[in-house]
């Protein structure tokens, strides 16, 4: 399978800060996927972007497939942003399944 | 509203018995999935449906079991086999091809 690596482990940030989360992956891929799991265990899709760069809102996301990683940008943070940030990739070999990394544990303090 | 429902939200489950999760989607979508996550932990599948009658073992499959007789419906049976079923259990479907996938909301299970 690939292996998904993501960093750092956890953030501790002021409400107003920015922050950059990195996804490493060890194979090419034709699915990547950003997810936020909040306090109640929801995950919540952010992204699917296998390549290019994606904005949302304040959250915007970019993967350089020819270099195996992806980053999650998180602009003017919110307390409501605080949760476990997962990438999840698959090289499409076996159509869909998805390799997590271990999350970034992001803490937004007001 | 499409969306995925996984039933119920937390579940005990005594020494020697199984107990059977739910997962229905309304998305029309054709592959679901079974995901288990452990504390501090990303997730890790334990089986996966293309198909209805069709299922493929994931990477932690010992200690389950599945079915898949309605393209809507796709039922995770923990059984007494799995000695640590102590976990959070997500579901999720996507079409087939490079799509997205998307999660139902868990079962918590644990051990009394």
């Known amino acids: 399978g690939i292996q998904v690596e993501q960093s750092p482990p956890d953030l501790i940030l002021q409400e107003g800060a920015n922050s950059t989360l990195r996804c490493n992956f060890s194979d090419s891929v034709n699915n990547l996927q950003w997810f936020h799991q909040n306090p109640w265990g929801q995950l919540i899709n952010l992204f699917y972007i296998p390549s290019g760069t994606k904005q949302n809102g304040r959250l915007s996301a970019t993967t350089v497939a020819t270099e195996r990683y992806s980053l999650l940008y998180i602009s003017s943070s919110q307390t409501t942003d605080s949760g476990v940030y997962f990438c999840a990739a698959d090289r499409g070999s076996t159509l869909g399944r998805l390799y997590f990394g271990r999350g970034t544990q992001l803490t937004v303090w007001p | 509203d499409g969306g995925i429902t996984q039933s119920p939200k937390y579940l005990f489950r005594k020494e020697g018995q199984n107990v059977t999760l739910s997962c229905e989607q309304n998305l029309n979508h054709d592959a679901m999935y079974w995901y288990r996550q452990d504390p501090g932990q990303g997730l890790r599948l334990i089986y996966y449906s293309q198909i209805v009658n069709d299922f493929q073992k994931g990477d932690i499959a010992e200690g389950y079991s599945v079915s898949r007789e309605k393209k809507e419906s796709f039922p995770l049976t923990v059984t007494s086999a799995q000695k640590n079923p102590t976990a959070f259990y997500l579901c999720?479907?996507?079409?087939?091809?490079?799509?997205?996938?998307?999660f139902g909301d868990g079962t918590r299970l644990s051990i009394l």
């Open positions: 999720a479907s996507s079409p087939l091809g490079y799509q997205p996938q998307h």
